[in-house]
């Protein structure tokens, strides 16, 4: 049984801005061939920047939203507001709570940052690296699944854990799959148990209802898949 505590941290470790590295650095280990001819050194520079441009600067944005209050107040919208299955309210002021953003009125405008920046570095790697390189597909179906993610919120809370891990698993099955890249068999089998500590740590959270994780991990899954599968 999941505790709290180990659901938080799951939470916190999986989060969906995390994952874009975690997956870079899976494939520069077990599947450096889809990268082409990349030193060590340019490996690590690689990984470095999708860690900033991923992860630190829309996390750093996401933070000036929260505490800004311009993704909204959630105990204010909360007492105006009647809570959905899977609304969680929390203390506001933490920033574990900015980061995961567990009442739907607060996602909106951090969610549109988020694909925003995720789009332009898209768009970064398009021109300064081939157009055909993994990276570029990676990044474009994760905008993608972003992007979707933020259209649903509008009208339903769907997971956006969910959504990041279901696109890890089935950007690694798609490349398994179309390129036999053998030795993702491993890390595929690892992301599938984490995902199921994951999925049930956002239950135990109470952060989302079994639809909502369910819907996030396939709607991940198909994008990511069907990417690969196109590129291919």
Not at 203 to 231: D, K, M
Request: proline share 4%; charged share 10%; glycine share 6%.
């Amino acid at each position: 049984m999941i505790t709290t505590r180990i659901a938080k941290a799951l939470s916190a470790l999986l989060h969906p801005l995390l994952l874009p590295t975690y997956l870079h650095a899976i494939l520069l280990s077990f599947a450096p061939a889809q990268f082409g001819s990349l030193d060590q050194s340019m490996e690590w520079r690689l990984l470095v920047t999708v860690f900033l441009l991923t992860f630190l600067i829309p996390l750093a944005s996401i933070v000036f939203l929260h505490y800004s209050k311009l993704a909204g107040n959630s105990r204010r919208m909360t007492e105006n507001t009647p809570i959905e299955p899977g609304d969680s309210s929390g203390d506001t002021r933490s920033l574990i709570h900015s980061m995961l953003m567990d009442n739907r009125s607060q996602r909106l405008i951090p969610f549109l940052s988020t694909t925003l920046f995720y789009g332009l570095t898209t768009w970064m790697f398009s021109r300064n690296l081939s157009v055909l390189h993994v990276s570029v597909v990676m990044m474009a179906a994760i905008t993608l699944a972003i992007g979707m993610v933020t259209l649903i919120t509008l009208f339903w809370k769907i997971s956006a854990h969910a959504t990041g891990m279901g696109g890890v698993i089935g950007f690694m099955l798609a490349l398994n799959y179309c390129y036999a890249e053998e030795m993702l068999f491993y890390p595929i089998v690892g992301t599938v148990v984490l995902a199921g500590a994951l999925l049930s740590a956002r239950l135990r959270l109470n952060a989302h209802t079994p639809a909502q994780v369910l819907a996030g991990l396939l709607l991940g899954f198909t994008i990511c898949f069907a990417a690969v599968y196109g590129w291919a």
